[in-house]
Structures are given as structure tokens and as C-alpha cells.
């Protein structure tokens, strides 16, 4: 019995050893990444339930809260995010990339890096509870959305509660 415990022990050492060995960012990318919705995922913002309604997703990770946060839309994610509570917290955000995501039903295979992503806001096309801000992966996709359905092209940074705030349906 005592061999045993030891023998765990040991395993358990050498398992924490191997884990402390990479840095805490390292260890969170690890896990990190977006996940499919399934149909009871609700808004994190709004509660409403996220496969109920058309337009672009978002999921992000935040410090002190376990897994990832889902959201209906990108605007309801961006209102979380401008929260000056929740600003410096979130470590990843995604978001469909809709030049290759169906509007109706995005794909759950469609998450890219929202940080690096193209937005536009003010077009016409309809996401939860109105105006959201279609998410594309490149520059071009966003322009020619833009062309097509109305709105301006904006980038991460550049979207703030004002924004946010401002936004409307361009038709």
C-alpha cells in the first residue's frame, strides 16, 4: 500500500512538474479555443439563446472565469468587452468569419482570431436584436460586404462603446 501511495504521488509530482514547466499563457492556449454551440447555449450578455438568431457569433475567454464565454452576436461580445470591468480581463475573442459562413447559420468551423479581423458596421443585414458588426478574416471580404450591404470597415481597437452605441442598420 505504501509503494502505492508513493507511486502516485510520484506521478502526481512529475504530471504538476510537466504543467508548471510551461508558462500560464502557454498552458491557456492549450485549451483555449472556440467550441461548437449547441442548441441551449444562451448569451452571456443577453441570456437569449445563441442558435435562435442569424448574423455572426462571438466566444472569448476571459481571466477568472471558467471556459468560454458565448455570445448571440458580435455586438452583444464587443458590449461585454467594453466594459471597463471586463477590458483588461479578456485574454481570447472569436468570431465567425462570415465570408465563409453561411448568415442564417454560421459555422461552428468558421472562428477566427477577432483580434485580427475585419469589421463591418452599418450594413443591413439583420443579427440578434438588430444591428451587429459582420466579422470577416480578410480586409478585401469586409470591403466587398461593405460595398454590397452598406457600412464602414472598422478593426478591433476601433470598436468601442460608442461605436456600439451609434450602431444602426444602413437600409
Same mark, same amino acid.
Given at each position: /500500500?505504501?509503494?502505492?501511495?508513493?507511486?502516485?504521488?510520484?506521478?502526481?509530482?512529475?504530471?504538476?512538474?510537466?504543467?508548471?514547466?510551461?508558462?500560464?499563457?502557454?498552458?491557456?492556449?492549450?485549451?483555449?479555443?472556440?467550441?461548437?454551440?449547441?442548441?441551449?447555449?444562451?448569451? *452571456?450578455?443577453?441570456? /437569449?439563446?445563441?442558435?435562435?438568431?442569424?448574423?455572426?457569433?462571438?466566444?472569448?475567454?476571459?481571466? $477568472?472565469?471558467?471556459?468560454?464565454? !458565448?455570445?448571440?452576436?458580435?455586438?452583444? /461580445?464587443?458590449?461585454?468587452?467594453?466594459?471597463?470591468?471586463?477590458?483588461?480581463?479578456?485574454?481570447?475573442?472569436?468570431? *465567425?468569419?462570415?465570408?465563409?459562413?453561411?448568415?442564417?447559420?454560421?459555422?461552428?468551423?468558421?472562428?477566427?482570431?477577432?483580434?485580427?479581423?475585419?469589421?463591418?458596421?452599418? *450594413?443591413? !443585414?439583420?443579427?440578434? /436584436?438588430?444591428?451587429?458588426?459582420?466579422?470577416?478574416?480578410?480586409?478585401?471580404?469586409?470591403?466587398?460586404?461593405?460595398?454590397?450591404? $452598406?457600412?464602414?470597415?472598422?478593426?478591433?481597437?476601433?470598436?468601442?462603446?460608442?461605436?456600439?452605441?451609434?450602431?444602426?442598420?444602413?437600409?
Amino acid at each position: /500500500m505504501r509503494y502505492l501511495l508513493t507511486k502516485i504521488l510520484f506521478v502526481l509530482l512529475l504530471s504538476a512538474g510537466i504543467l508548471t514547466g510551461c508558462t500560464e499563457d502557454e498552458q491557456a492556449a492549450m485549451v483555449q479555443q472556440a467550441v461548437a454551440l449547441e442548441s441551449s447555449d444562451e448569451c *452571456h450578455l443577453c441570456g /437569449m439563446i445563441i442558435t435562435n438568431y442569424p448574423g455572426p457569433k462571438g466566444q472569448l475567454f476571459s481571466k $477568472g472565469i471558467e471556459g468560454n464565454l !458565448k455570445f448571440c452576436s458580435t455586438r452583444d /461580445m464587443f458590449a461585454f468587452i467594453a466594459d471597463p470591468e471586463n477590458k483588461h480581463n479578456v485574454k481570447q475573442v472569436f468570431v *465567425h468569419d462570415m465570408a465563409i459562413s453561411p448568415w442564417d447559420h454560421p459555422d461552428e468551423e468558421t472562428y477566427v482570431d477577432a483580434r485580427e479581423a475585419f469589421f463591418v458596421i452599418g *450594413h443591413g !443585414k439583420p443579427g440578434a /436584436m438588430g444591428a451587429t458588426l459582420a466579422s470577416f478574416s480578410k480586409q478585401e471580404d469586409a470591403k466587398a460586404f461593405a460595398e454590397i450591404e $452598406g457600412g464602414e470597415v472598422l478593426r478591433f481597437d476601433e470598436i468601442d462603446l460608442e461605436v456600439l452605441v451609434n450602431m444602426t442598420h444602413s437600409h
